[in-house]
Nanobody
Framework: QVQLVESGGGLVQPGGSLRLSCAAS????????MGWFRQAPGKQRELVAG???????NYADSVKGRFTISRDNAKNTVYLQMNSLKPEDTAVYYC?????????WGQGTQVTVSS
């Protein structure tokens, strides 16, 4: 069982930055692919960024060049650095850990981009 705890959300003005963190409970974290998803009101949950256990990253087109995903296996933590935030980035952001048939979610953290 892997438990995920997100932090770092909040209210930020357009053009601002936030860094989300997701701390995992399991020491086998380094074997999991990690991802950040988001869900805005009335919309489906969507993948924002992912990083494999080997460190390969992928991003949604809407965040390329603005968001950066990274992981620190020594701290069992994955990060999402979000720059140049836009109002359309407003959503609940969820951390995900996946490996083979195992799939785990955090509780989510709210990100609101508004002036």
């Amino acid at each position: 069982q892997v438990q995920l705890v997100e932090s770092g959300g909040g209210l930020v003005q357009p053009g601002g930055s936030l860094r989300l963190s997701c701390a995992a409970s399991a020491s086998i974290f380094r074997f999991y692919a990690m991802g950040w998803f988001r869900q805005a009101p009335g919309k489906q949950r969507e993948l924002v960024a992912g990083i494999t256990s080997a460190g390969t990253t992928n991003y949604a087109d809407s965040v390329k060049g603005r968001f950066t995903i990274s992981r620190d296996n020594a701290k069992n933590t994955v990060y999402l650095q979000m720059n140049s935030l836009k109002p359309e980035d407003t959503a609940v952001y969820y951390c995900n850990a996946a490996r083979a048939t195992s799939n785990y979610w955090g509780q989510g953290t709210q990100v609101t981009v508004s002036s």
